[in-house]
């Protein structure tokens, strides 16, 4: 069982920066594939990037690229989600998710892949 509390949101301007954090704790963090997901009002929640159990192997969504970057601390016990340059479309409320699987090398997408989340924090960005 992974309990997981993200925080780090907030509003923005158009084109600053946040740095979002996933603090897990239970069993065997290190062990978990991370994922960051977002949703919209009116939308489906979507990945948004995700890391490996080790840290070594990192994607991201397309529309992120170049701009949001994944990374995970296994001693902190916590995933990270740095956004730059952000946009109104980048608006929405964040969630962190953990694995159903223990030690995937590859990093999942769909949302049935993870077992865990997170309650959420909402990305409020102003043009």
């Known amino acids: 069982q992974v309990h997981l509390v993200e925080s780090g949101g907030g509003l923005v301007q158009a084109g600053g920066s946040l740095r979002l954090s996933c603090s897990a704790s239970?069993?065997?963090?290190?062990?978990?594939?991370m994922g960051w997901f977002r949703q919209a009002p009116g939308k489906e929640r979507e990945f948004v990037g995700g890391?490996?159990?080790?840290?070594?192997?990192?994607e991201h969504t397309d529309s992120v690229k170049g701009r949001f970057t994944i990374s995970r601390d296994n001693a902190k016990n916590t995933v990270y989600l740095q956004m730059n340059s952000l946009n109104p479309a980048d608006e929405a409320v964040y969630h962190c998710?953990?694995?159903?699987?223990?030690?995937?090398?590859?990093?999942?997408?769909?949302?049935?892949?993870?077992?865990?989340w997170g309650q959420g924090t909402q990305v409020t960005v102003s043009s």
């Open positions: 998710a953990a694995d159903r699987r223990q030690t995937r090398f590859s990093v999942e997408r769909t949302i049935k892949e993870y077992a865990y």
């Open positions: 239970g069993d065997a963090f290190s062990l978990y594939a």
């Open positions: 890391i490996n159990w080790s840290g070594v192997r990192a």
